[in-house]
């Protein structure tokens, strides 16, 4: 039965690394050092193009020109309404009980729905069978780069030992990977590979504006209108926004047309407002003045 379980895991992680990853052939003065740094703008990700490709075996990590090397990308998925961790761990890891993972993959907890229109990473699952004497500890330092991220080894597999059987097949998300822009343009030329595997444009942008959203909300609550108008409009400008970005942004600019005495723009504000925020329905005046909920009527 356990042989079972593994070949499953082998054929599972098979599946999906080849969905997520994409070829790159060495060049000639080519380095796995060079490669990592310019695909994933890091020197030490070598050590992970080493065991995705099985270079570390015989505990080298040397290549040679015309050798093909798989590149482990991460997969990008945009929430659309009524998905929660658990159906898309299933959906993308093949598992619900992967959910905690891929919450805090994405720096969120498993059991707040993530917010629709925003974009997530799926990491790439690599595959390794444990040679005589391996610890899920030395993989998690070994992939990981950190002895106390066992954890994820162990919430992934369902595993609670860190001593390995030899031949053990053992699933290690590789929650930090991300592309260059190098990388992403390499992925995005390589044949048959999906647009989704090189995205990542949108995530980006969502953690740009989800760090300056706190300056336009100082901006609103300082009275400093026309550097909300000005800094709300522009990021609206921004495509890619998640609907609880669009909300934030949209209920500020009517906070802001409402101080203005812009009633109309106000309105247009709550309207679009919301229209992103299916909580903001029936406005509580308790948290919400009776001035915002006139224009908004």
């Known amino acids: 039965m356990r042989h079972a379980v593994w070949l499953a895991a082998i054929t599972c992680a098979a599946l999906a690394r080849d969905a997520r ?3 790159h052939v060495v060049q000639p003065g080519e380095s ?14 070598e050590t992970v193009l080493a065991g995705v490709n099985a270079l570390d075996v015989q505990g080298g990590s040397a290549v040679v020109p015309g050798m093909r ?67 899920t500890t030395d ?18 597999n369902g ?20 592309l260059t822009d190098a990388g992403r343009e390499e992925a995005s030329k390589a ?17 740009r504006i989800s760090a300056e959203l706190p300056e336009l909300l100082a901006d609103v609550r300082t009275g400093r ?6 800094r709300g409009s522009r990021m609206l400008g921004t495509p890619d926004l998640s609907r609880a970005q669009l909300a934030t942004i949209h209920r500020a600019l009517t906070t802001t047309y ?13 309207i679009a407002w919301k229209a992103n925020d299916p909580s903001a329905k029936d406005l509580d005046p308790m948290t919400v003045s009776p001035k915002i909920r006139a224009v908004c009527k």
């Open 69 to 135: 090397l798989e590149i482990p990308a991460p997969w990008h998925h945009r929430v659309v309404v009524g998905e929660t961790w658990s159906k898309l761990a299933r959906a993308y890891l093949g598992d619900i009980d992967r959910a905690d993972v891929l919450a805090r993959s994405n720096g969120a907890v498993a059991w707040v729905a993530p917010t629709e229109g925003t974009e997530i990473l799926v990491p790439f699952v690599m595959t390794v069978i444990a040679s005589g004497g391996d610890k």
């Open 225 to 230: 209108w026309v550097e909300a108008v000005g």
């Open 258 to 270: 409402v101080a203005l005495d812009a009633k109309n723009l106000a309105a247009t504000e709550c």
């Open 191 to 207: 044949a048959g590979l999906d647009r989704s595997e090189a995205a990542g444009t949108a995530l980006d942008t969502q953690k």
């Open 32 to 45: 796995l050092s060079g490669i990592a740094t310019r695909v994933y703008g890091n020197a030490k990700m």
């Open 139 to 156: 993989l998690a330092l070994r992939y990981l780069g950190d002895r106390d991220r066992t954890w994820q080894i162990h919430a992934y």
């Open 159 to 178: 595993i609670e030992k860190t001593e390995l059987v030899r031949g053990q097949v053992v699933l290690i998300p590789l929650v930090d990977i991300q």
């Open 21 to 23: 990853a994409f070829v």
